[in-house]
């Protein structure tokens, strides 16, 4: 069983720029979300998508913005980079979405540094 | 809204010596609390998932209860491999998929 991959590993840009985060799914797994977390603190809820489609949104400004592919892999878009966008970012995928909780199996993230 | 949190925020610990973690948690209407294990600079790991009040899991070394406002992961006897951070999230019937993690606890074992 393959479990979540994340590419790139590590990444710097500049302020301004723009950049794109790869994730693929868990085998089995049809849901992916994504998650920031800073330095120090517990992951945060960017967005999940389930079926191609954007399944539930966390307070992040639309600059954040994503995908789902047909083979449940997902990308992660950030625009305007700003400095405290600066953080690993985690995908994780899950088999279910909705109803009854369900675990969700994180992928080793892409570390991200904006200058 | 739901919100965690996670106490203490850094725990010392000698080899053998057990300790408790704490998750306090708010939620409207709790569907599942969970724990997860992260190493530096990795993704969590999954440990476990609790539903429901008087809900116990056992994983090696490792035990989590739940209660109705908390819930604990109990270390017994750990050793230097048990060092890492500790996460607690829940997942709320009004929060959709979102998980909401605390800010963890920072274990260190000492030989």
């Known amino acids: 069983e393959t479990g979540v991959t994340q590419s790139p590993t590590h990444l710097i840009k500049t302020r301004g720029q723009q950049v794109t985060l790869r994730c693929s799914s868990q085998s089995g797994h049809n849901t992916v979300s994504w998650y920031q977390q800073a330095l120090g603190q517990g992951p945060q809820f960017i967005f999940q998508y389930y079926r191609e489609e954007e399944n539930g949104r966390g307070n992040f400004p639309p600059r954040f913005s994503g995908l789902q592919f047909p083979n449940y892999s997902s990308e992660l878009n950030v625009n305007a980079l700003e400095l405290d966008d600066s953080a690993l970012y985690l995908c994780?995928?899950?088999?279910?979405?909705?109803?009854?909780?369900?675990?969700?199996?994180f992928g080793p993230g892409t570390r991200l540094t904006v200058t | 809204e739901d919100q965690v949190t996670q106490s203490p925020e850094a725990l010392r610990l000698q080899e053998g010596e057990s300790s408790s973690l704490n998750c306090s948690y708010t939620?409207?209407?709790?569907?599942?609390l969970f724990w997860y294990r992260q190493d530096p600079g990795k993704g969590p790991e999954f440990l476990f998932t609790l539903y429901s009040a008087g809900e116990e899991k056992e994983k090696e070394r490792l035990k989590a209860t739940l209660t109705k406002k908390e819930s604990f992961l109990h270390i017994t006897a750990p050793k230097p491999e048990d060092s890492a951070t500790y996460l607690c999230a829940v997942q709320g019937n009004n929060a959709g998929n979102m998980l909401t993690f605390g800010g963890g606890t920072r274990l260190m074992v000492k030989p």
């Open positions: 994780a995928s899950s088999p279910l979405a909705g109803g009854e909780a369900y675990e969700q199996y």
């Open positions: 939620v409207s209407g709790l569907r599942g």
